[in-house]
Structures are given as structure tokens and as C-alpha cells.
């Protein structure tokens, strides 16, 4: 069965306390590796897509990272501002996107 | 920029009827778009794909009777939640891209539907 997978759940950090979030996938038949970032009450925004292992994608604070079984989004000094819930999802060659549970970022002063 | 619009943002109704959510691709031309269900503190369900001109392929489990899904632009999709019930509230999210493939979803604010 397909399955994207997201940990930690939740995640507090200190202002400036670099940490990185991880995505695994056993998703048949993936051809890319997509992180948004959601607000509460808000849809979805885009932030990377990753198609190939090696691949990395920056900017910012943020970094993603894809291997062949699975991503990381590394927060680097992060601020009160990049607390939110990162959600990855695995996209099949149609275009559907299967969602992990996401991770909840908490960024304290 | 890749702007999707929902509405409306919020909307109240009582069990049995039904309600319109519109989605609307602000500029560009959205070939596929994506509907999807956030129930609190889970991740995004999608619900179904629909490809303008052309009838939604619904995910298994989902009701294609009582979730009724129009593509009649390039700029346009509407989904109707038919006879509403208060398990049907939740954050009904959609999402389109250009073309019909694997690219980037953009997705729309959501429209939180309560069902009383």
C-alpha cells in the first residue's frame, strides 16, 4: 500500500535551533517529491519539488533533500515566522499527490 | 504567480441541503484540478480529480452522488456537497495545475464547511 510517513509530528524549536523534518515514502510508481507549508485555516503553499535522489532544492531558511526512499527539510536558524505545519506529499506520473500527516513546527522566541 | 481562489471562505448550512464551492484558477489556465477534505489535526484527503470538459474520477470511499464535481472551464471548477449531513463538515480544499501530468499543485485558501 502507498504510504507517505512524516516525523517527527510535532516539533518545537528555539529561535535559531536548526533541526531537520523527515518524509519517507513507499509510494508505487512516484516521480516527485512536492513540501508545502500550511497555516492554520489556509491552503497549502508550495515551497519545493524534488524529482531526482541527490537532488536538493534551498531557499531561505529551508533546504529539501531527496534520497531513493525518502526526503528531509532542514530548518536552518529558524524564526517565529516559519512556525506552521510542513506537509510532503509523493506524486504519481497522473499528477495525484498522496499526503503525509504533516509535521507541526513550533518556533519559540 | 499561480493564484487559486476559493469561495466561499466559510459557509454555515443546515443538514439536508446542499452546498456550491467554487474554485477558481486567477491566472492561469488550470487543465486538472484537485479537490481535497482536511478533517482537524489530519492531512489532505484527496477526493477527486477533474480534468476540464471532461466527468471528476472520483478516490475510492467517495460518493460521487453526494459530492458533485463540475470542470466547465479552464478557470472554473464547483464542487456541490448534496444533502448535506454534520459528517460532511470539514476544510474542503482545492487545488489546480496547467496540464493534465505531474507538476505543481497550487492550492486555493479552503472553504470551512459547517453542517448544523
Known amino acids: 500500500e502507498d504510504q507517505v510517513t512524516q516525523s517527527p509530528e510535532a516539533l518545537r524549536l528555539q529561535e535559531g535551533e536548526s533541526s531537520s523534518l523527515n518524509c519517507s515514502y513507499t509510494?508505487?510508481?512516484?516521480?516527485?517529491l512536492f513540501w508545502y507549508r500550511q497555516d492554520p485555516g489556509k491552503g497549502p503553499e508550495f515551497l519545493f519539488t524534488?524529482?531526482?535522489a541527490g537532488e536538493e532544492k534551498e531557499k531561505e531558511r529551508l533546504k529539501a533533500t531527496l534520497t531513493k526512499k525518502e526526503s528531509f527539510l532542514h530548518i536552518t536558524a529558524p524564526k517565529p515566522e516559519d512556525s506552521a505545519t510542513y506537509l510532503c506529499?509523493?506524486?504519481?506520473?497522473?499528477?495525484?499527490?498522496?499526503f503525509g500527516a504533516g509535521t507541526q513546527v513550533v518556533v519559540t522566541p | 504567480g499561480a493564484v487559486v481562489s476559493q469561495h466561499p471562505s466559510w459557509v454555515i448550512c443546515k443538514s439536508g441541503t446542499s452546498v456550491k464551492i467554487e474554485c477558481r484558477s486567477l491566472d492561469f489556465q488550470a487543465t486538472t484540478m484537485f479537490w481535497y477534505r482536511q478533517f482537524p489535526k489530519q492531512s489532505l484527503m484527496l477526493m477527486a480529480t477533474s480534468n476540464e470538459g471532461s466527468k471528476a474520477t472520483y478516490e475510492q470511499g467517495v460518493e460521487k452522488d453526494k459530492f458533485l464535481i463540475n470542470h466547465a472551464s479552464l478557470t472554473l471548477s464547483t464542487l456541490t456537497v448534496t444533502s448535506a449531513h454534520p459528517e460532511d463538515s470539514s476544510f474542503y480544499i482545492c487545488s489546480a495545475t496547467r496540464t493534465s501530468g505531474l507538476e505543481t499543485q497550487y492550492f486555493g485558501p479552503g472553504t470551512r464547511l459547517l453542517v448544523l
Open positions: 506529499a509523493g506524486g504519481d506520473s497522473w499528477g495525484k499527490f498522496q
Open positions: 509510494v508505487s510508481g512516484l516521480r516527485g
Open positions: 524534488l524529482y531526482s
